[in-house]
């Protein structure tokens, strides 16, 4: 029995040359190509359930709008509809091999999708994959649609998709951050700028401003990703919606709102749509954002728990595990710095975003693989780092209030605040033979009876609320 003559496989043949494949696998010879040229990263294009998913549907909207329009037939409609759904049940993730960094401009992952989607609506026909008689993954699968327009589409569904549980964590830290706000409402706390002693606050109005800042973050992703619901889909090659029929653009968004439940819509310009990745360009901007800020809130924690004896030990993290291999009881902040080193890598990802967005030619962008490569792996990292960070680092954060009150009473930042009682040059003599005689301000102004300590503690109090109209 000759290779090819084997039971265990089947014969499909391109213009390269002919290939063989397992029989239980649902790709075709396309599939085998850009597997076999473009596998570079250890990721193929199921790993993201969310664009496995958002490719299936652009290709079960398709179908449905192929139908409307008289182009496909009932039983390629249903059987290719069949198998978009066990794409998206992950039933054929075997079958999608081509690697998401692929560099065919999207050509392979779009032909990966239509090959499996064929094989297996031949399987509902009764068929075998690989004959392609009743379904052909060009001619049916493909109908009405090019890579250039497919890809770009559902790289925006997933991606929109994938926003919504990020935000979601940004969300849940905000209201961590706020209840860690009205439990440290009330200890006093040494304001620093620069690093060096400023003026008092509150510990609770420190983490309002992380509070605050977080909510922001979330409104401004929930913002940008309101912008991916502009689909390109219908615009084929090159945005003339050439090969389409005519009704076949307004079916498709009218299927494509009902089985996602979002209203996307069609461009204004479909050539804009095609030529152009700027809204990939906005997204990462508002991840590599969102990565940074939270880094430094991590980076303040870092500082506050800093210690515990020789630190500013203000903060009380909790222990997640051994900070040593060498020095016993060390304990370190692995979690803000895992928070700081993700921000790095999304940083990143924002460079190699950008440069992409830059590189389209002429009428289409075919880097979007590193697009789509880049923005899921930001996105995964900060869903995943930012629900660790809440969970395990601030929702147990703790303070030490003694410690608060003693570097602020003994600190030179009290100065301020007595500032409206005695006056600039009264608290500046006393500042000066603070520091001269190495004593706290406090406990001079009480031995010298211009201030007891009661009364400055009545004044820092007052400093540290806010002085402005609500």
Known sequence: MSTFDR???????DYVGTVQIPADKLYGVNSVRGFDNLSISPLTVAHYPAFRDAFAQCKWVAALANLDSGVLAATQCEAIV?????????????????DLLEGSGGTSTNMNFNEVIANRAQQFLGHAPGAYESVHPNDH??????TNDVYPAALKIAT???LGGLIAEVEKLALQFDAKAGQFADILHLGRTCLQDAQPMRLGQLFSGYASLTHRLAVELATVRDKLRTLPLGGTAIGTGFGAPAAYRKAVYRHLGVITGVDYQAPDNAFD??????VFSRVSGELRTCSASLAKIATDLTKL?????GGIGELKLPEAQAGSSIMPGKVNPVLPMAMIQLSFAVIGNDVAVAQAAQAGELEINHFEPVVASRVFDSITLLTRGIQRFREKCVAGIQADEARNLAHLTDSMAVATALVPELGYAKVSKLARQSVQEGRTLLAIMEESGVMTRAEAMTAIEKASHPVFEA
């Open 160 to 162: 929109y998709a994938m």
């Open 273 to 278: 749509a095609m030529q152009n990745m700027d």
């Open 141 to 146: 699968v493909n109908i009405s649609q090019s």
């Open 7 to 13: 039971l265990d496989v089947r014969v499909e043949q």
């Open 305 to 309: 728990s800093s210690g515990p004896v």
């Open 82 to 98: 069949s198998a978009c759904r066990e794409v998206i049940a992950g039933h054929c993730d075997d079958s999608l091999i081509v």
